[in-house]
């Protein structure tokens, strides 16, 4: 199964991409952890991107597409591959569909943004441990700190309100045309993210399979 994700900053891909890879037995291939890789590697396109990446600046789509053709070829890919992250752009849509990635679904899991901003916004990180845990659906057992090590609680700057709202804008401009682009193609299957990440796993199982 070739697969790629699609969703909103905070609806829950990275999670389902992991049920998704444990059941098939397919490996989840996300934007940033090939780019570390490839630099790491000291691959020709790694390198390329390495330099914008120390410059501060965004690889440009030549590279990563570079970069994301070179890792479907390796072996594991053989069976199928989660891609999570990527494409993010009409342009990266096509250049995928250009290199014959033969894309088999693309799983859309749509939530809507108050329910996003208020999961991401209600999550703290323990500043000792790193454990995470929710204002309303994962409190710990005394408030602001961390039933494992004692630490205080924080919010991550990422999950600040505003700071989500900032992606989501980014994402309905940038990212949700793809939901058009590979309906047309036959291609897309849309998902209801559910509260409990149990019920919106079975729904993927059962579109998948379908």
């Not at 989660?82 to 494409?87: M, Y």
Request: glycine share 8%; hydrophobic share 35%; net charge negative.
């Amino acid at each position: 199964m070739k697969l790629i994700l699609l969703g909103a900053p905070g609806a829950g891909k990275g999670t389902q991409a992991e049920k998704i890879a444990d059941k098939y037995n397919i490996p989840t291939i996300s934007t940033g952890n090939i780019l570390r890789a490839a630099v790491k590697e000291g691959t020709d396109m790694g390198l390329k991107a390495k330099s914008y990446m120390d410059a501060g600046q965004l690889v440009p789509d030549d590279v990563l597409i570079g970069i994301i053709k070179d890792r479907l070829k390796d072996k594991d890919c053989e069976n199928g591959f989660i891609l999570d992250g990527f494409p993010r752009t009409i342009p990266q849509a096509q250049a995928l569909e250009d290199m014959g990635a033969d894309i088999d679904k693309v799983l859309n899991i749509e939530v809507e943004d108050e329910a996003i901003t208020k999961r991401m916004s209600g999550r703290r990180v323990c500043s000792k441990c790193a454990n995470s845990y929710h204002i309303e659906y994962k409190k710990p057992a005394k408030d602001g700190i961390c039933d494992a090590c004692g630490g205080e609680l924080v919010q991550r700057k990422d999950d600040a309100p505003e700071t989500v709202k900032a992606r989501l804008v980014e994402y309905h401009k940038m990212t949700e045309p793809l939901k058009d682009f590979y309906n047309e193609l036959g291609k897309l299957v849309t998902v209801k993210g559910q509260e409990k990440v149990a019920d919106t796993t079975a729904l993927v199982f059962a579109t998948l399979e379908d």
